[in-house]
């Protein structure tokens, strides 16, 4: 399985350019299937879905989903569970509490139960007429195909639109989901939803939403305790045995990211500058502890034309260059190397609250010239964290260089928020203000 959200159907796909008329064509489509004549247009992967679930005893016409636990029981365990810790940064990422707010965003534990609910008074109302509350269970068994089920069912992010769902109560709903996962195992530690009106999906819901889980996962690892053996600490057994630390005695590789001239060094020597090829690839190797296999790294940085043995030849010219600073099977980098990045450096103020100094260290977007797309999320990740982060230090003078800047020029938000915090006659304001006009032109034009 190639890694990259599940296209749940085969429709010419006007979701986003005539989502009513997409809609009709899709209940057409879920009319007929449920009725006993399956459309030809539905992908099969969406037919076995909808198989289960009515193999289950979900009713297509009114079901209810399952309750595992009453919302107060479901809101006492969210508190103990492990992504409480994201949460704050997530609803900062994607939740949408204002009056006129449309989506919602959901966070589940690993089986679909629902944990979390953020969103405006409206969108909740909405929800709760679906029982789309905590302790409720979306998981396939609990309430049919949904986007939720699919992203865990297979491990894949997936976006439904519609009548893909299989319950026609659902079918105002367009729902994008990916399983957040632990950083060091790899396993399922909930999903992230964020659902709404069908109108309301829009081609950047699906990189949202990964955005997002790329946000929690990068948290989790930060908060993962240390690795222990025989009741101490890796440290403390690297000191008992030999005087020194385990990561003192490893070679440091440092990746300069951030900008258009990626390079690398290792242990402090000369920068050897990097093809944006090499750097993209250890830029992914950076983001995920587990590894990749030749096949992921293939597909992520080149799209379907990708091949394994591409990615075999510019392991091999990166070692030629750094040493043996990456294993295989799956490409992962050796336990005898730290990596640190001038991009995990801002994530890092940024984790420990100093946001001043992680937009001084942020000095530019991370690969400003790679159109891989999963580059394109982790760039656009970072820049919202950092934003986001800066929109909520309160610090108009820290929001103001923000929007000067490349990476904050169109950031409207927080140049609003520094002019309602200083004043709009404010001289400092004057430029920002004239720069936004500028942005929303050429946003319009």
């Keep these: 399985m190639r890694p990259e959200s599940r296209s749940i159907t085969p429709l010419p796909d006007l979701r986003f350019s005539a989502p009513a008329e997409y809609a009709r064509a899709l209940r057409k489509a879920h009319e007929a299937t449920v009725s006993g004549t399956p459309n030809p247009h539905l992908s099969p992967s ?19 989903p399952v309750h595992r636990h009453e919302v107060s029981e479901a809101r006492s ?10 949460m704050p940064a997530l609803s900062q990422l994607l939740a949408d509490e204002t009056a006129t707010g449309r989506h919602l965003l959901i966070v589940t534990d690993h089986e679909g139960e629902v944990l979390w609910r953020v969103g ?25 195909t949904n986007a939720i089920s699919e992203a865990l069912v297979t491990g894949l992010p997936a976006q439904l639109f ?35 009106p069908f109108e309301s999906v829009t081609p950047d819901s699906l990189r949202l939403v990964r955005c997002g889980v790329r946000l929690a ?9 240390p690795v222990s053996t025989g009741g101490r600490t890796g440290e403390a ?84 260059i750094l040493g043996s600073v990456v294993e295989a099977n799956p490409y992962r980098f050796s336990s ?40 394109g999320f982790m760039r656009d990740e970072l820049n919202e964290a950092v934003g986001a982060s800066i929109r909520a230090s309160g610090d108009a003078r820290l929001m103001l260089q923000w929007c000067t800047s490349d990476m904050g020029s169109s950031d409207t938000a927080a140049a609003a928020t520094a002019a309602a915090l200083m004043g709009p006659e404010d001289p400092r304001c004057q430029l920002v203000s004239a720069r936004m006009e500028r942005v929303d032109r050429e946003l319009r034009a």
């Design 46 to 64: 969406l037919l076995k879905s909808w198989q289960r679930s009515l193999a289950l005893g979900i009713n297509p016409d009114q079901h209810r």
């Design 77 to 86: 365990l969210s508190a103990g569970h492990r992504l409480a810790a994201v």
């Design 120 to 144: 405006s008074k409206q969108a909740l109302k909405l929800a709760d007429s679906l029982e789309f509350v905590e302790g409720a269970d979306w998981s396939e068994s609990g309430v049919g």
């Design 162 to 196: 519609s009548a893909e769902h299989l319950v026609r109560t659902h079918h105002d709903w367009a729902c994008t989901a990916s399983p957040i996962r632990d950083p060091l195992t790899g396993e399922v530690v909930g999903v992230l939803d964020v659902s709404g």
């Design 217 to 225: 996962e990068e948290l989790l690892k930060s908060a993962a305790p």
């Design 237 to 320: 057994e690297g000191l008992a045995a030999g005087g020194r630390s385990e990561s003192s005695a490893r070679s440091q590789l440092t990746l300069q990211l951030l900008g258009d001239a990626p390079s690398a060094a290792l242990d402090g020597g000369n920068r050897r500058p990097l093809t944006l090829r090499r750097a993209e690839i250890l830029a992914l190797l950076a983001s995920r502890t587990q590894g990749w296999s030749a096949d992921e790294l293939a597909y992520e940085i080149h799209g379907d034309s990708g091949t394994a043995a591409a990615i075999r030849t510019e392991m091999h010219r990166i070692r030629s």
């Design 336 to 375: 005898t190397v730290r990596v640190v990045t001038d991009a995990s450096l801002v994530a890092g103020h940024l984790r420990d609250g100093r946001v001043a100094e992680a937009f001084a260290a942020y000095r530019a977007k991370l690969l400003n010239r790679s159109s891989t797309l999963a580059v």
